[in-house]
Nanobody, 126 residues
Framework: QVQLVESGGGLVQTGGSLRLSCRAS????????MAWFRQAPGKEREFVAA???????TYYQDSEGRFTISRDNANNTIYLQMNNLHPEDTAVYYC????????????????????WGQGTQVIVSS
């Protein structure tokens, strides 16, 4: 059973930085895509970034280069480094995982991911 546990959220001022972590367990993650999504109040869950666990290739929603996704294979952890945060980045951030074969080219489709963490709240004050 896959478990994804996020951490690192919090309150930060505009222009600040946060690094989110997602510890994955329950299986080996070869051939998996690991991703970050976010959901603001009253809005749909939206894709932020994804990384191929095998080769480290990364995929981003346009964040003006402010976000970086990375992985630590030895510790089964992925990260989302967020810099120059804006109030509109305020959301609950979720870690997700799915087999590459399940996703195909639809890295950004939330309904294609079948493993989710509980989320971590990020609040950016103006």
């Amino acid at each position: 059973q896959v478990q994804l546990v996020e951490s690192g959220g919090g309150l930060v001022q505009t222009g600040g930085s946060l690094r989110l972590s997602c510890r994955a367990s329950g299986r080996t993650f070869s051939n998996y895509i690991m991703a970050w999504f976010r959901q603001a109040p009253g809005k749909e869950r939206e894709f932020v970034a994804a990384i191929n666990w095998n080769d480290g290739n990364t995929y981003y929603q346009d964040s003006e280069g402010r976000f970086t996704i990375s992985r630590d294979n030895a510790n089964n952890t992925i990260y989302l480094q967020m810099n120059n945060l804006h109030p509109e980045d305020t959301a609950v951030y979720y870690c997700a995982a799915a087999l590459l074969a399940r996703l195909g080219i639809k890295m950004a489709a939330a309904n294609k991911y079948d493993n989710w963490g509980q989320g971590t709240q990020v609040i950016v004050s103006s």
